[in-house]
C-alpha cells in the first residue's frame, strides 16, 4: 500500500511537472487604461477573466483542431493581449493579440460575451496554420469564425446558414459553411487545419469529403 501511494505521489508530480513544461503564459496589459475604453474594460471584463479565456478558448482550440499532443500543435511558450486605443476590433500576429478600447466603449451589448468570441476568434488565428501563406484569407478567418460558433459565441448579428456569395467570403459566411462541411464529415475542419501545416489546396476539399469545394458550396446554399 505504502508502495501505490509512493508510485501515485510521484505519477502526479511527474504530471505536474510536464503541464509545467508545456504550459502557454498568458499575459494581458491595458495600454489604454485612461481612455473610456480602457476603463470599461477593466470594469466590465478585466484581465483576470481574460486570461482565463485565453486559457479555456486555448484548450477549446486544441481540442476543435484534434490536436491531443503538443507535437500536433504550434510551439509557442507565451501569448500576450493588449488592450489598446485604436479603431477597428482586434487582429493578431506573432503571438500578439491587439483589441481595440474604442470598439469595447462602443459596444452596446453584452460587451465581456463579445470579447470573449472576440478573443475566441483571435486565439484560433494564433494556432490555426496558414499553409505558409498560402491559404485564402477568408478561409483563415472562416476558420476562426468557425471555432468561435463552435464554442457558442457567434453574436445575433451573424448571417444564417444558407447567405452569402462566396464560400471564401470569410469571417460568418464562411464559418457557416464550414459547419455544414463538418456535418458531412465530423473533424472536417481539424482535417482540413491539419493539411495546410505546409501549404493549401482546394484539392483537399475533394480529398477530404470527394467533391470540388465550389460544387460543395453549391449544394450547401440549395440546401
Given at each position: 500500500?505504502?508502495?501505490?501511494?509512493?508510485?501515485?505521489?510521484?505519477?502526479?508530480?511527474?504530471?505536474?511537472?510536464?503541464?509545467?513544461?508545456?504550459?502557454?503564459?498568458?499575459?494581458?496589459?491595458?495600454?489604454?487604461?485612461?481612455?473610456?475604453?480602457?476603463?470599461?474594460?477593466?470594469?466590465?471584463?478585466?484581465?483576470?477573466?481574460?486570461?482565463?479565456?485565453?486559457?479555456?478558448?486555448?484548450?477549446?482550440?486544441?481540442?476543435?483542431?484534434?490536436?491531443?499532443?503538443?507535437?500536433?500543435?504550434?510551439?509557442?511558450?507565451?501569448?500576450?493581449?493588449?488592450?489598446?486605443?485604436?479603431?477597428?476590433?482586434?487582429?493578431?500576429?506573432?503571438?500578439?493579440?491587439?483589441?481595440?478600447?474604442?470598439?469595447?466603449q462602443s459596444y452596446s451589448g453584452d460587451v465581456?460575451?463579445?470579447?470573449?468570441?472576440?478573443?475566441?476568434?483571435?486565439?484560433?488565428?494564433?494556432?490555426?496554420?496558414?499553409?505558409?501563406?498560402?491559404?485564402?484569407?477568408?478561409?483563415?478567418?472562416?476558420?476562426?469564425?468557425?471555432?468561435?460558433?463552435?464554442?457558442?459565441?457567434?453574436?445575433?448579428?451573424?448571417?444564417?446558414?444558407?447567405?452569402?456569395?462566396?464560400?471564401?467570403?470569410?469571417?460568418?459566411?464562411?464559418?457557416?459553411?464550414?459547419?455544414?462541411?463538418?456535418?458531412?464529415?465530423?473533424?472536417?475542419?481539424?482535417?482540413?487545419?491539419?493539411?495546410?501545416?505546409?501549404?493549401?489546396?482546394?484539392?483537399?476539399?475533394?480529398?477530404?469529403?470527394?467533391?470540388?469545394?465550389?460544387?460543395?458550396?453549391?449544394?450547401?446554399?440549395?440546401?
Amino acid at each position: 500500500m505504502a508502495n501505490l501511494v509512493v508510485f501515485l505521489f510521484s505519477s502526479l508530480a511527474i504530471l505536474s511537472a510536464m503541464r509545467g513544461i508545456l504550459a502557454v503564459d498568458y499575459t494581458v496589459t491595458n495600454t489604454a487604461a485612461s481612455t473610456s475604453g480602457g476603463a470599461r474594460f477593466d470594469s466590465d471584463i478585466g484581465s483576470p477573466y481574460t486570461q482565463q479565456t485565453m486559457d479555456a478558448s486555448t484548450e477549446f482550440i486544441w481540442r476543435t483542431f484534434q490536436q491531443d499532443t503538443p507535437a500536433d500543435r504550434k510551439t509557442l511558450q507565451s501569448v500576450s493581449l493588449f488592450i489598446d486605443d485604436m479603431d477597428g476590433v482586434a487582429y493578431a500576429s506573432n503571438g500578439q493579440i491587439h483589441v481595440s478600447a474604442r470598439y469595447i466603449q462602443s459596444y452596446s451589448g453584452d460587451v465581456r460575451r463579445e470579447i470573449t468570441g472576440v478573443i475566441y476568434h483571435e486565439m484560433t488565428h494564433i494556432w490555426q496554420w496558414n499553409g505558409n501563406g498560402q491559404t485564402p484569407g477568408g478561409l483563415i478567418e472562416g476558420i476562426a469564425d468557425f471555432v468561435r460558433l463552435k464554442a457558442g459565441y457567434a453574436p445575433s448579428h451573424w448571417v444564417s446558414p444558407g447567405q452569402g456569395d462566396r464560400w471564401d467570403q470569410g469571417y460568418d459566411v464562411t464559418a457557416r459553411f464550414l459547419e455544414y462541411c463538418d456535418g458531412l464529415r465530423s473533424g472536417f475542419v481539424a482535417e482540413l487545419n491539419k493539411k495546410m501545416i505546409s501549404g493549401y489546396s482546394d484539392n483537399y476539399f475533394v480529398e477530404l469529403l470527394g467533391k470540388p469545394v465550389d460544387q460543395l458550396w453549391t449544394e450547401y446554399k440549395a440546401r
